[in-house]
């Protein structure tokens, strides 16, 4: 298929999506991943102390969410990344933002989505910063749903993805839904492990098929300031596991809570156009670019 082709169905609705990894191969969406346009991007600044700045991908600077996360930011330098619209990337937003925050030479730089509802001081977040040893080049908040949380890389079981179909199906969740799905499309597509947040399987964790647990900083991290922080070939999802993968990290004594899908939302089209992030990953891995063992 050609990029063109491609691009119109990712840009679908779910059932353009379902066509796209019914009909295309694994080194056409690779080739259409790596050459990818990006958005716009344009920096929106709000005067702080630089010692540690906070990068905030947005959709819209001037909007609600971003808004909240000022207010909870008061004391530090914010870098809004904004960036909207079919080709927005976070990982690219990311990274140019931390490479804008660089001319400042700040410590530490927090990385975090604009859907922050609530969070502890920064003054508590300079006490524990302090203490964290020189080595770590990421920094974790308290464990939570939608950061610090254990994502599981497994080869899946067959009757474990069949399983996952049909618990979707009946309980109405995308993502089993759609990988249960998908997962059909595995062999041609070069998939042999998938990524599974480990609290979403329960009980069901330990039979989901061999594999290793990730602690994936996810929504909230705080990193030692570097260019080309993530890998921008993935689109939307993956990135952060595979910079938590790759990081010497530490965890602090901070809390925080986001709204549930605010940035992505949390339906179907969502996690079949992230899917691709699967393809994207096991390339890396069986290359080992990146080691799972």
């Known amino acids: 298929m050609?990029?063109?082709?491609?691009?119109?169905?990712?840009?679908?609705?779910?059932?353009?999506?379902?066509?796209?990894?019914?009909?295309?191969?694994?080194?056409?969406?690779l080739n259409w991943m790596l050459k990818r346009p990006s958005a716009d991007i344009t920096f929106k600044e709000v005067e702080g102390d630089k010692e540690?700045?906070?990068v905030i991908?947005?959709?819209?600077?001037?909007?609600?969410?971003?808004?909240?996360?000022?207010?909870?930011?008061?004391?530090i330098h914010i870098i809004y990344v904004e960036s909207k619209g079919p080709f927005f990337?976070?990982?690219?937003?990311?990274?140019?933002?931390?490479?804008?925050?660089?001319?400042?030479?700040?410590?530490?730089?927090?990385?975090?989505?604009?859907?922050?509802i609530w969070m502890e001081s920064v003054n508590k977040l300079r006490?524990?910063?302090s203490t964290v040893s020189k080595n770590v080049d990421l920094v974790m908040a308290s464990k939570s749903d939608y950061h610090t949380y254990n994502v599981l890389i497994v080869e899946p079981n067959t009757w474990f993805i069949e399983g996952m179909r049909r618990f979707g199906n009946i309980v109405k969740l995308p993502p089993a839904k759609v990988y249960g799905e998908l997962l059909k499309h595995r062999v041609r597509l070069g998939i042999k492990y998938i990524t599974v947040i480990e609290k979403m399987l329960g009980p069901m964790a330990s039979l989901a098929g061999k594999g290793v647990r990730v602690l994936n900083a996810g929504s909230f991290m705080i990193v030692k300031p570097r260019e080309n922080l993530m890998d921008p070939n993935f689109i939307n999802s993956h990135e952060?596991?595979?910079?938590s993968m790759t990081s010497r990290y530490e965890i602090i004594?901070?809390?925080?809570?986001?709204?549930?899908?605010?940035?992505?939302?949390?339906?179907?089209?969502?996690?079949?156009?992230?899917?691709?992030?699967?393809i994207y990953l096991n390339y890396l891995i069986e290359n080992k670019k990146v080691k799972i063992r």
């Open 2 to 29: 050609s990029p063109e082709e491609i691009e119109k169905l990712f840009g679908g609705d779910i059932n353009d999506l379902y066509k796209l990894y019914s009909i295309s191969n694994r080194d056409d969406i």
């Open 52 to 54: 540690i700045i906070a």
């Open 57 to 75: 991908p947005t959709a819209d600077a001037s909007g609600k969410l971003a808004s909240t996360v000022k207010a909870l930011y008061k004391e």
């Open 253 to 278: 004594n901070f809390k925080l809570r986001e709204k549930k899908g605010a940035s992505l939302g949390f339906d179907e089209v969502r996690f079949a156009r992230i899917f691709v992030n699967e």
């Open 89 to 116: 990337n976070y990982a690219r937003s990311v990274n140019a933002g931390v490479k804008y925050a660089m001319q400042y030479s700040p410590r530490w730089v927090i990385v975090s989505n604009d859907d922050l």
């Open 127 to 129: 006490n524990e910063l």
């Open 240 to 243: 952060d596991v595979v910079l």
